[in-house]
């Protein structure tokens, strides 16, 4: 199972943050993500969720705005 870990990149090595429990010379993956948009493009979520509209089947098909208990507590 993948473990997390942060780690700082300096002078050409991955430096774990916190202790790993890994015997010496183990081979891992390193994944690294890719550029996340910065958070004050979208604080509050808001343009990310208007533009999944009518992408999820069976969901909302306008703007969830102020009404957005309806949608997720629907009946």
């Known amino acids: 199972m993948p473990t997390a870990i942060r780690a700082v ?3 050409g090595v991955f430096k774990p943050k916190e ?3 890994l015997e010496e010379r183990t081979e891992v993956e390193v994944l690294i993500p ?5 958070q004050d ?3 509050t979520g808001w343009k990310t969720a208007d533009a999944l509209i ?3 089947e ?3 098909k306008e703007p969830v705005g102020e009404e957005h208990d ?3 507590y629907r009946r």
């Open 9 to 11: 990149y300096e002078a």
């Open 34 to 38: 890719t550029a996340v948009q910065p």
């Open 58 to 60: 069976g969901g909302p």
């Open 19 to 21: 202790p790993v429990e």
């Open 41 to 43: 493009d979208d604080p």
């Open 54 to 56: 009518g992408f999820v």
């Open 70 to 72: 309806k949608h997720l």
